[in-house]
């Protein structure tokens, strides 16, 4: 079975700096999809990046960008220049590419904090 | 355009009772999936529903069940409600695109979930 985990359960900034958000997963598929999406208060589940698994190249979205280790089964998350609208719940999560569900396996989640 | 629409948004419900979630996926997508994601945790898949067949199945017990209308929303059912219920329902709809090789690439967009609470 896929698992995925989140060892940081609480990280901080401070408002225009730079955090990482740490992520590791398990699997013995080559092929799958890794995400990180952003839980405000509002509950709302919000898709921030998407790395395919076959792409070498990382993602970036604007200020978020990853740094995919395929081989350590590594999966971070880079924010540059955090802004208060960045603080909410982050999850990382896992999709394999094929089998017929879209199940999504998430970790337990960073509760990011930026301080102004 | 609308997005994926959940309802009620707050339930309190009593044990031993039944309750039902509603979700309305995003127009032109054909997959909902729901997720219970307790206090603290991340969400866990609990169903997904393509072309109103069941693709995947979660560890929950059959005290569990869902179905998908003609018109692509869905239902999910709790039976004999326990405490440890109690929980946000997620619903995420995708719009499934296969992919050479047979694989399917989608984007799971989510609705605000139902807060359900077993009292």
């Known amino acids: 079975a896929q698992t995925v985990t989140q060892s940081q359960p609480e990280m901080s900034v401070q408002e225009a700096e730079t955090v990482t958000l740490s992520c590791t997963y398990d699997?013995?598929?080559?092929?799958?999809?890794l995400f990180w999406y952003k839980q405000p208060p509002s509950r709302q589940m919000i898709l921030v990046i998407r790395q395919e698994a076959y792409k070498q190249q990382n993602a970036t979205e604007n200020r978020f960008s990853v740094n995919f280790q395929k081989a350590a089964k590594s999966f971070s998350l880079k924010i540059s220049d955090s802004q208060l609208g960045d603080a909410a719940m982050y999850f990382c999560a896992y999709r394999r590419a094929r089998g017929g569900s879209e199940k999504l396996v998430f970790g337990k989640g960073t509760k990011l904090t930026v301080n102004p | 355009d609308a997005g994926v629409t959940q309802s009620p948004t707050h339930l309190i419900k009593t044990r031993g009772q039944h309750v039902t979630l509603r979700c309305s996926p995003i127009s032109g997508h054909k997959s909902v999936s729901w997720y219970q994601q307790v206090l603290g945790q991340g969400p866990q898949f609990i169903f997904q529903y393509y072309e109103k067949e069941e693709r995947g199945r979660g560890n929950f017990p059959d005290r569990f069940s869902a179905r998908q209308f003609p018109n692509y929303s869905s239902e999910l059912n709790v039976n004999a409600l326990l405490l440890g219920d109690s929980a946000l329902y997620l619903c995420a709809s995708s719009l499934v695109v296969v992919v050479a090789g047979g694989g399917s690439d989608t984007e799971a967009f989510f609705g605000q979930g139902t807060r359900l609470t077993v009292v």
């Open positions: 699997t013995s598929e080559s092929d799958y999809y």
